[in-house]
């Protein structure tokens, strides 16, 4: 039973342009959401989260949108560099005895073309 | 301020053999999670720890895994006997109570 979807494994983005990465959820209970970005031969490292509360949230040329409804939320990247290319990860998060538990979905491979 | 510390980068066994992994998380962060990140998936908690208690091992195949965190510091995994399939980054994360987790650079383990 697979609660966090990614279901593009890859994307290829000419630099300067919109990245939009997809990722779907099937449990509401989820109260926050995360993107993590993985290099090569490193751990993820978070990028931006958004409440479950809110729609979208922005840090510099990073956006995430919250559709609750679609129960879909959407990474956009604008413009695109070159040092964006790495895996992305959506992640969910819900409540787990008191801790944060983290459910992550596959991975999509960013790679933006000079 | 340091990030979390884990050893060895790379570790290659045959299979039925042991292995142990250790994991320094970063200084004051209570929660210390063990990920299992096989190639072309994302990661799949395996434990997750609250200071030295056990919150969830649900996912931890217990026939073979085990993990343990000592006075609410540092943690090891270990696997024993280890089997083909077990071939994975094992990833150590830890987080300060909140959503937020920070992640080691992983260890890469191949089972011949």
């Known amino acids: 039973d697979q609660q966090v979807k990614q279901n593009s494994p890859s994307l290829s983005v000419q630099e300067g342009r919109i990245s939009i990465l997809n990722c779907d959820y099937t449990?509401?209970?989820?109260?926050?959401f995360l993107w993590y970005k993985k290099y090569p031969a490193e751990g993820p490292t978070f990028l931006i989260s958004?409440?479950?509360?809110?729609d979208k949230n922005e840090d510099g040329r990073f956006t995430v949108f919250l559709n609750k409804s679609a129960k879909h939320l959407s990474l956009h990247i604008v413009p695109s560099q070159p040092g964006d290319s790495a895996v992305y990860f959506c992640?969910?998060?819900?409540?787990?005895?008191?801790?944060?538990?983290?459910?992550f979905g596959q991975g999509t491979r960013l790679t933006i073309n000079p | 301020e340091a990030g979390v510390a884990q050893s060895p980068r790379y570790k290659i066994i045959e299979k039925r053999q042991s292995v142990a992994f250790w994991c320094n998380p970063i200084?004051?962060?209570?929660?210390l999670y063990w990920y299992q990140q096989i190639l072309g998936q994302g990661p799949k908690l395996l434990i997750q720890?609250?200071?030295?208690?056990?919150?969830?091992d649900s996912q931890l195949p217990k026939d073979r895994f085990s993990a343990e965190r000592l006075k609410g510091v540092d943690s090891t995994l270990k696997i024993q006997p280890a089997k083909l399939e077990d071939s994975a980054v094992y990833l150590c994360?830890?987080?300060?109570?909140?959503?937020?987790?920070?992640f080691g650079p992983g260890t890469r383990l191949t089972v011949l």
């Open positions: 200084s004051g962060h209570a929660t």
């Open positions: 994360a830890s987080s300060p109570m909140g959503v937020e987790q920070f």
């Open positions: 449990n509401s209970m989820f109260d926050y």
């Open positions: 992640a969910a998060s819900g409540k787990n005895q008191g801790a944060q538990k983290l459910v």
């Open positions: 720890f609250q200071n030295n208690g056990v919150v969830d």
């Open positions: 958004i409440s479950s509360i809110k």
